[in-house]
């Protein structure tokens, strides 16, 4: 079955230190991929996108990068601030089912001052 | 530009109740997904509507229903409700492309009792 997964239900850094977070997936064939971040208490953000033929995005201290051959994707938070805690989830859309989209189940992120 | 709006905001109900949520997209938007987020299994899709008939449809019983309306706002019905149900329900709004970007509301935060 199609399964998504954030290896790190919780991660916790040193202020000014990146962040990395997983994304792993499996039979899957995603057309692309979504990064959200989301508040307690609050409806998920949009931060970035990428497609299946790009390798790496970036917006500002955001860096996503997108595997299809480890079907793995990284998203990356540079120079970390304790405002950047939250958790953040990936989000699968492929044009092989239905279009439906999947998230994984989110890493809580806390950056710590 | 006004954002997407979901009401209510909190609902409390018995078991064997219905109820009806609603969504307000942004202006413009044709398409509303909606999404039920629990502790135990994330975010999962529900359905999605665009131009008022139901393009996607994730796994969920037919209990779960919904319906979009001329001006894009959707609304979604639960009957005969489970304990399981409650949950925060999302919508989220977009163009209607699939790689469009999706804004989510606060959510609905229903209670079964």
């Known amino acids: 079955s199609q399964k998504i997964e954030q290896n790190s239900e919780a991660l916790n850094i040193q202020e000014g230190k990146t962040a990395t977070l997983t994304c792993n997936y499996t039979?899957?064939?995603?057309?692309?991929l979504q990064w959200y971040r989301q508040d307690p208490g609050r409806g998920p953000v949009f931060l970035l996108l990428i497609r299946e033929n790009e390798k790496e995005k970036r917006k500002e201290r955001l860096k996503v990068t997108f595997d299809t051959t480890l079907k793995q994707s990284l998203f990356h938070i540079t120079a970390s601030q304790p405002a950047d805690s939250a958790t953040y989830l990936c989000a699968l859309v492929s044009y092989s089912s239905a279009s439906k989209i999947i998230f994984g189940s989110g890493t809580r992120l806390s950056i710590r001052p | 530009k006004a954002g997407v709006t979901q009401t209510p905001r909190y609902l409390i109900k018995t078991r064997g109740q219905q109820v009806t949520l609603s969504c307000s997209p942004i202006s413009g938007h044709r398409s509303v997904s909606w999404y039920q987020q629990t502790p135990g299994q994330g975010l999962q899709f529900l359905f999605e509507?665009?131009?008022?008939?139901?393009?996607n449809k994730g796994n969920f019983p037919g209990r779960f229903s919904g319906r979009q309306f001329s001006n894009s706002r959707s609304e979604m019905n639960v009957s005969t409700l489970e304990l399981g149900d409650s949950a925060l329900y999302l919508c989220?709004?977009?163009?209607?492309?699939?790689?469009?970007?999706?804004?989510f509301g606060p959510g609905t935060r229903l209670t079964v009792l």
């Open positions: 039979n899957y064939s995603p057309a692309y």
């Open positions: 509507y665009f131009s008022e008939t139901q393009r």
């Open positions: 989220a709004s977009s163009l209607g492309d699939r790689s469009d970007t999706q804004y």
